[in-house]
């Protein structure tokens, strides 16, 4: 069971600092990449992906490597800060680059029509940090992160923390998730 | 006659693709009622060929901005989240009062998939204090590829006059009316769904033949 983190938050954060800590405690595998550092270039909607070179991005950047290890994992773990109910930019960049985790042809499953799975499905959790009050951007939150599951036709969960809450409770939040994902 | 301005914000890679031919369409539709409307593309200024400054310029000389684009991995593509960070975080002063709509398209029939884009331009209007105009959902976008709609027959004229009717409402700083959306949807019932993917799937082994035999299913990053 190997873990992917997709760390999308500023540097310095004391949920990014926890999630590390916990993860480094229970002892599981994992693979941890601090998105603001990485230099991944945007889809340019080109097609190469499909059929010119099947499953890889012919632009060369840090996204690669990210993709080898969703590929080689069971599960990813997306944390950022929710910004218009959905991922923050620096999380988008490489969840832009997901398309290379599905085939070009496509299937039908649950009445949609989606494209097959690449490398089999992987438990996805969202972790969105989230400021403000407004249930109306954590509910969209939560719908894009089911959105990309059922794409992915993977399970998945979704998270809600506070920039401003307590430590105590963000270390139980992510245990119970680390629980439930391994 | 209309007096309005609008700023048609193009939020695809693609300069010539789907959401260009939407943008376009919405334009002429614009002009023809005598308004003025422009479109940019966001990639440019993403990729620094365009000056942020000079997009602030614009939305100042603008009362009604939209976005019009391809939905990535279930909503906006990066670099369109990237400028409405932007000027969320920059501009909200600029920005306050204007009235906000939107198009999302995407390959799959299913509009449901679109909501999350909107949302997200809905959000983005609430918290930069713009006025929302509402959005409109186009699946099957895929297949048009930029076509031009006047090229497009009937289903060109159906998704020209959806835009029609919205603009009307738009340019009274009026939500889009439903029938809107109805005009412009593709009603592919699901039981053809799976006929559908057989056909796609065939042209799919035939580009992969044309591509010199490739095998698409290759696990590149496990070898």
Known sequence: ?182 | MGNKRLLLLNGSSRKKGTSYSFSRTIKLLAEASGNKAEIIHIIDYFDGKENFDSLRELISQNDIIAMIAPLYSDTLPCFDIWLLEKLADECGNDLKGKSFFAVGQCGFPDITRIEPLLDSCRLFAGETGMNWLGGLAYGGGAMLNGALLEELGKKGENITLGFKLALQEILQDKKIPSKSQELITIKIPKLLYRPLAAYLNNNARKQAREAGNVDYARKIYLE
């Open chain 1, 1 to 182: 069971m190997s873990l992917v983190i997709l760390d999308a938050m500023e540097a310095g954060n004391g949920i990014s600092n926890k999630l590390k800590e916990e993860l480094l405690q229970a002892g599981k595998e994992f693979s941890y990449f601090e998105l603001r550092d990485m230099n991944i270039l945007p889809c340019r909607s080109c097609g190469a992906c499909g059929f010119k070179s099947p499953g890889k991005c012919v632009l060369k950047d840090d996204s690669h490597e990210i993709l080898r290890a969703i590929a080689r994992g069971n599960t990813l773990v997306m944390l950022t800060n929710i910004r218009f109910g959905g991922y923050n930019y620096t999380l988008k960049k490489a969840v832009d680059k997901f398309m290379n985790l599905c085939l070009p042809s496509y299937t039908v499953e649950h009445e949609h029509l989606l494209h097959p799975n690449r490398y089999g499905s992987k438990f996805i959790v969202g972790i969105g940090v989230h400021g403000g009050d407004s249930k109306d951007q954590e509910n969209c939150f939560k719908r894009l992160v089911e959105n990309n599951a059922f794409n992915l036709q993977s399970e998945y969960r979704t998270l809600i923390l506070k920039p401003s809450e307590d430590m105590e409770n963000v270390k139980q939040e992510i245990n119970s998730m680390i629980r439930e994902v391994c």
